[in-house]
C-alpha cells in the first residue's frame, strides 16, 4: 500500500499470504486502472460497453475514462481521496465508476435509496470528498439537492466543502457535470496522468469502498484492494467460462458489489462487454434483444414479472447462462430456463469478498440446490456453530466463517465491529447459515438462511428464508425476498405499553420494477 492516508484504517492481509498469492498468479501485481488499459490496447475495436444511448469499443471507453480520470484531478481530488456515488445504471455510470478508479480516487458504492442517515455517517467513515449523483430532472428524489445541502453541512462543520458532480443531467441543468471534465485536456495528456497515477499506487491501495449491509444501524465500509478485487472478479469469470464472446448485463444496481463483480468487472477482466441500462424492464429488456446479452445474474422473485412482459423472448434469445442468488431453484423455475437450452447456474457471495457458485460443467441438481463451491484453491472455509468457533460435525447446517485472497480481513476503521465480526486467525463470520454435502457427487454448499433472521415460534427456530416462497405466494409473486420477518420488538406508540408488536413485515422488491439484492451474504453484499 503506497497511499498513506488509509494505511492505519486497514488491516492488511499477513506479508507471507500476500507473497504466495503473487507467486501462484492470484494478484496480478497490477491495479485496476493498468489491467483496463492492457485490455483496451489488446482488443481497440471490439465491443466494450454499450447502452441504449451509447457505444463505445475497448478504445473509446479507455480514452473516456482516461479524460475523466485526468478531469477529476484537475478539480484539485487528489489519490487517496473518496468519492460517494448515487447513480442509476447507464453508461456514463460505467464512465464515471472507471474514472475514478483511473485517478486513484475511491467509489463508495452508496445506493440512490440512500439518506442522510447513512450518507453522513458513510461520508464520515470514508472522509469523502466528493459527491457524485444522478442528474436526471425527472427523478422522484432529488439527488442534486440533497448532495448539495449535505456539502454545505460537511463545510459548516469545520471540513473543506464537498465536490459535487452530476451524471447524466442535461446541459443546461446548471450543475457541474461529470461528462465535461477533461474536456480541454488532450488525449495524450490525459494518458500521461493516468499513467504516473497508476504508477503511484499498487495492488495493495485501495480501489473501491464497498457497502455491508446489516439489522442495525448504518453500513459497514469495505475497503477492496485493486489485487484481490480484479481477482475476485476474474475468478468469477473464469468459472462462468466467459470469454470474449460474452455480453452481460445485470438487473440490480450497478454499484454495488454483485453487480461489479458479478458483471462489469467480471466480464471486462476476459475481454467481454457489458450492457448496461436503467433496471426498468421496459428498456433493459429490449437493451438485451438489441446487443445479444449472453449472461445475467436474476433472482427468482423476479421471474414470473419479467417472463410476463412482451419482450422478455426476444431478451432472452441469445442468452446462454442464467445464475440465480439464494438457490435451491425449484424445479418449474429451472425447467423454465433449461427447456430453452439456458444453463442455470447457483450464487452465493457477499460485499466483503467471499464466492462461491456452480460451474456449467455440474450436473443439474448440483446447480439447481446449490450455491457451488468456493471460486479460489486458496479460500478457507468452516462451518461452524453460530457466534463461535466450534465446527459442526459433517453435513450439518452452521455459520459459515472464511478467509483467503479476496476476502476483507476486517472493516474499514472499526476496531469494535472486527472483534466481533472476525475471529483471531482472520475468519470473517458471515452470519449466514449453510451446509457443506455432496449432491451427485460434488462437494458443494447449500444456503440455511441467516443466523439472526429466525422466526421463534413455540421456541422453534426457522429460517425466514423458509417461509419466503409462502409470502411470495400470499403476496404475489413479483416481489423479491424477504428483508425483515417475525416479531418486532419493543415497538411502542403514543400511549401504548412496550411490547411486541404482532406483525409481518416484507422488505423487496416491488411490481414497480427490480432493484438489487441488498444485505446478507445471499446477494452478493
Same mark, same amino acid.
Given at each position: ?5 488509509? @494505511? ?10 500476500? +507473497?504466495?498469492? %503473487? ?49 477529476? &484531478? ?6 487517496? #481521496? ?27 458504492? !452508496? ?37 448539495? @445541502? ?23 441543468? $446548471? ?12 488525449? #495524450? ?12 499506487? #499498487?495492488?495493495?491501495?485501495? +480501489? ?6 446489516? !439489522? ?7 475497503? %477492496? ?11 468469477? +469469470? ?7 464472446? !460474452? ?37 433493459? &429488456? ?11 445474474? &436474476? ?14 423472448? =426476444? ?56 450455491? $457451488? ?5 486458496? =479460500? ?28 476483507? %480481513?476486517?472493516?474499514?476503521?472499526? +476496531?469494535? %465491529? ?15 447459515? &449453510? ?32 417461509? =419466503? ?55 452478493? $453484499?
Amino acid at each position: 500500500m503506497k497511499l498513506p492516508a488509509w @494505511r492505519d484504517a486497514v488491516i492488511q492481509h499477513p506479508r507471507e499470504r500476500v +507473497a504466495r498469492y %503473487r507467486l501462484d498468479g492470484l494478484w496480478s501485481g497490477a491495479t485496476i486502472g493498468t489491467e483496463l488499459c492492457r485490455l483496451a490496447a489488446a482488443r481497440p475495436d471490439t465491443l466494450a460497453l454499450a447502452g441504449p444511448d451509447r457505444v463505445l469499443t475497448w478504445a473509446e471507453l479507455d480514452r473516456e475514462t482516461d479524460r475523466i480520470a485526468a478531469g477529476l &484531478l484537475a478539480t484539485g481530488l487528489r489519490p487517496g #481521496d473518496a468519492a460517494l456515488l448515487q447513480l442509476d445504471n447507464s453508461v456514463a455510470t460505467v464512465l464515471t465508476w472507471y474514472g475514478l478508479i483511473k485517478a486513484a480516487v475511491i467509489p463508495v458504492a !452508496t445506493l440512490s435509496a440512500h439518506r442522510g442517515h447513512e450518507m453522513r455517517e458513510i461520508g464520515r467513515i470514508t472522509r469523502a470528498r466528493a459527491h457524485i449523483v444522478e442528474g436526471r430532472a425527472n427523478r422522484k428524489f432529488d439527488l442534486v439537492g440533497f448532495a448539495e @445541502r449535505l456539502a454545505d453541512e460537511a463545510a459548516e462543520a469545520g471540513g473543506k466543502r464537498r465536490l459535487v458532480l452530476t451524471s447524466g443531467a442535461a446541459e443546461a441543468a $446548471g450543475t457541474r457535470r461529470i461528462e465535461d471534465l477533461g474536456a480541454d485536456i488532450q488525449a #495524450d495528456q490525459a494518458r500521461a496522468v493516468v499513467a504516473r497515477t497508476q504508477g503511484d499506487i #499498487d495492488d495493495e491501495d485501495i +480501489a473501491v469502498f464497498q457497502l455491508s449491509g446489516g !439489522t442495525t444501524g448504518t453500513p459497514k465500509v469495505i475497503p %477492496r484492494l485493486h489485487g484481490e478485487y480484479w481477482y475476485n472478479a476474474r475468478s468469477y +469469470a473464469h468459472r462462468q467460462r466467459w470469454d470474449l464472446s !460474452t455480453r452481460v448485463t445485470h438487473f440490480g444496481p450497478l454499484v454495488h458489489n454483485a453487480g461489479i463483480v458479478c458483471a462489469l468487472h467480471g466480464v471486462h477482466a476476459v475481454g467481454g462487454a457489458m450492457i448496461v441500462a436503467n433496471a426498468d424492464p421496459d428498456t433493459l &429488456l429490449p437493451a438485451m434483444a438489441k446487443f445479444g446479452v449472453t449472461d445475467l445474474v &436474476l433472482f427468482p422473485g423476479l421471474v414470473p414479472q419479467l417472463s410476463r412482459h412482451p419482450r422478455f423472448d =426476444d431478451a432472452m434469445a441469445a442468452v446462454r447462462q442464467v445464475t440465480f442468488t439464494v438457490a435451491p431453484v425449484t424445479r418449474e423455475l429451472f425447467g423454465q430456463f433449461d427447456g430453452r437450452g439456458i444453463t442455470v447456474m447457483g450464487l452465493y457471495g457477499m460485499g466483503e469478498g467471499f464466492c462461491a457458485t456452480t460451474s456449467p460443467d455440474d450436473p443439474p441438481e448440483v446447480r439447481r440446490r446449490s450455491v $457451488g463451491y468456493e471460486l479460489s484453491p486458496q =479460500d478457507e472455509v468452516r462451518i461452524v456453530e453460530p457466534g463461535t468457533e466450534s465446527l459442526v460435525a459433517s453435513g450439518e447446517v452452521g455459520e459459515l466463517c472464511c478467509r483467503g485472497p479476496y476476502t476483507i %480481513r476486517g472493516y474499514l476503521d472499526a +476496531a469494535d %465491529r472486527n472483534l466481533e465480526a472476525f475471529s483471531p486467525d482472520g475468519f470473517y463470520h458471515t452470519g449466514d447459515l &449453510l451446509r457443506e454435502q455432496a449432491i451427485d457427487g460434488v462437494r458443494c454448499f447449500t444456503f440455511e438462511g441467516r443466523s439472526k433472521d429466525l422466526i421463534n415460534r413455540g421456541g422453534e427456530k426457522i429460517a425466514s428464508s423458509e417461509i =419466503d416462497p409462502a409470502v411470495c405466494w400470499r403476496v404475489g409473486s413479483g416481489y423479491g425476498p424477504l428483508g425483515a420477518v417475525g416479531w418486532r420488538r419493543g415497538v411502542r406508540r403514543p400511549g401504548q405499553r412496550a411490547g411486541r408488536d404482532r406483525g409481518l413485515c416484507r422488505c423487496g422488491v416491488g411490481r414497480g420494477g427490480p432493484g438489487g439484492v441488498g444485505g446478507g451474504g445471499s446477494g452478493l $453484499g
